[in-house]
């Protein structure tokens, strides 16, 4: 058994990069944008690919598990672990290449998903998938949790758009993933052809919204064209550490329009959500009444939708067919941004009760069928209120077949049938108070559903060495 001191000491002799087991370090990473709070053992900061193979063999030599670790924004506990945390922001940030012709970029783990859309931008083009925490979360951690995003209605996840991974395995065995199996890890083909059935029988067919963890493994089949990048999408650093990856960009639209639809309430809203669809939306983010308070520039309504359209022309032609209470149309980009505020803000606001007293997260990324979502919410308020608690729903998701479900918004994949069931995802941060009263802070309750596909928590330094990371969920 090697001791943290002795581990430290290694990792020191064989890395370029920092090496801190100090008690700073070790809380800064033992937590995330979560609940939870693991402490790991220690933390490295690789300097390249070299390093990172390193600390991966070293770690898989002491038995001890790997957290690699981006932007540290997940809401799960993804990017916490109790062995040595891999910090990839430090040094492994760069935007090595990007050819607007292509429409490619290089990138390394550790850089910020502003960078690259910045660096974008004046080529007219975009990196599609943009959680709300763009400014912050790294290309590394998308591809660890497969994030989404608003406009992944028009353009997928993250899985959707890479081409390529560069991933060091625990144990340091480094491999190229793209389409086919040259460059994968030798067992995998043979792992799959023996378990063929399983893939095409035992994937939540029909299912959409596999997003974290091994819900993409369905790309390996010969029919899906063995897309081996894709099915490591969403892995959560437990099947290796990218160290670099091409990715694919796509047009922006030039002047989009954001349509803003006012409904009864948010359950009316999630009801008429699914149909707009069919209009090739770049979004469909729903927001509840206690979320938005009396944020300006919204049309009457207790429930919103918004929906981004491509130009002004496609934004009020929605806005005629659809059935609203009410509606604006917002085309300019200061009055769009600061609509979008509201919906970047939310997990932050939505932390704190009207009255002031705390709220936690509780209940993420529900998937449910499209169809469904009103009734569900209405089921879900009844819910709360039977167990005296409240919550404050938003960013309701739409996504027709996808394959990720980890995010609050409405989305549908490019290219499928906008009639095709799709799971949307609904975020509630509840008060931990029976009967809250304005000011209250409760103790300590708090929950967590399990309606990612969670299949709840992995013990750390499991037995499976494919596995690189500590304890995190399985969802
Ligand atoms: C307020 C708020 C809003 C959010 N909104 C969205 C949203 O709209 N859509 C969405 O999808 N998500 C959303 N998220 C979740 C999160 O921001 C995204 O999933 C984001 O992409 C995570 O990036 P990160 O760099 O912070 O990754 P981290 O949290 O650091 O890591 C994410 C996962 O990837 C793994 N990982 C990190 N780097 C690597 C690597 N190099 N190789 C392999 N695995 C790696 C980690 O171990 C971890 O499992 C939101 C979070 C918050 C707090």
């Known amino acids: 058994m090697t001791s943290p001191g002795e581990l430290e000491r290694t990792l020191r002799e064989n890395l370029r990069g920092e090496v801190d087991f100090g008690a700073a370090a070790r809380a800064l990473a033992t937590m995330d944008a979560s609940n939870y709070r693991r402490v790991p053992v220690g933390v490295a900061r690789p300097r390249d690919a070299d390093d990172v193979a390193a600390a991966l063999r ?33 040094h492994m940030n760069a935007l090595v290449s990007l050819d607007p012709a292509a429409r490619t970029a290089v990138v390394q783990p550790g850089l910020v998903l502003d960078r690259l859309r910045g660096a974008a931008r004046p080529h007219g083009l975009t990196f599609g998938p943009d959680p709300s925490m763009h400014s912050r979360c790294t290309l590394g951690g998308m591809i660890g949790n497969n994030a989404c995003g608003a406009h992944s209605v028009a353009w997928g996840t993250t899985a959707d758009n890479v081409a390529e991974l560069a991933v060091t395995a625990y144990g340091g065995a480094s491999y190229r993933l793209g389409t086919g199996w040259a460059g994968a890890p030798a067992g995998l083909r ?84 699914a149909a707009l669809l069919g209009f090739g939306p770049l979004t469909v983010e729903g927001m509840a009444a206690d979320l938005v308070g009396s944020a300006a520039g919204l049309p009457r309504g207790g429930g919103w939708l918004f929906v981004e359209m491509r130009d002004e022309g496609a934004a009020r032609s929605l806005v005629r067919a ?36 705390m709220a936690w997260p509780g209940w993420e990324d529900c998937a449910v069928p499209p169809a469904r979502l009103g009734a569900y919410l209405r089921e879900f308020r009844a819910l709360l209120a039977q167990h005296g608690l409240r919550g404050t729903p938003y960013g309701t998701s ?20 906008a009639s095709a069931p799709s799971p949307p995802t609904w975020r509630t941060w509840w008060s931990p108070t029976a009967a809250p009263s304005p000011g209250s802070t409760g103790t300590g309750r708090r929950g967590r559903s399990s309606c990612r596909g969670c299949t709840g928590r992995r013990s750390s330094g499991s037995s499976a060495r494919t596995r690189t990371c500590g304890t995190r969920r399985a969802g």
């Open 58 to 90: 070293i770690c898989a030599e002491a038995g001890v598990p790997v957290v690699p670790r981006g932007g540290g924004t997940s809401i799960a506990g993804q990017a916490t672990g109790v062995g040595v945390v891999l910090d990839l922001t430090r």
């Open 190 to 273: 043979e792992l799959v052809s023996r378990n063929l059935a399983v893939l095409r029988t035992g994937m939540a067919g029909g299912f959409s919204r596999r997003i974290s963890g091994y819900g993409g493994l369905d790309a390996l089949l010969p029919e899906r064209g063995v897309e081996v990048a894709r099915a490591f999408c969403g892995s959560e650093g437990t099947l290796g550490v990218v160290t670099e990856a091409v990715v694919r960009l796509v047009e922006a639209p030039r002047a989009p329009a954001l349509a803003v639809l006012g409904y009864a309430d948010e359950s009316a809203a999630a009801d008429a959500a």
């Open 322 to 357: 659809a059935d609203a209470v009410d509606s604006v149309v917002v085309t300019d980009p200061a009055g769009q941004r600061a609509l979008w505020r509201i919906r970047e803000d939310a997990a932050g606001t939505a932390t704190r009760m009207p009255g002031g007293g």
């Open 398 to 417: 739409a996504r027709a077949a996808s394959t990720y479900g980890s995010t609050s918004t409405w989305c549908r994949r490019r290219g499928s049938p």
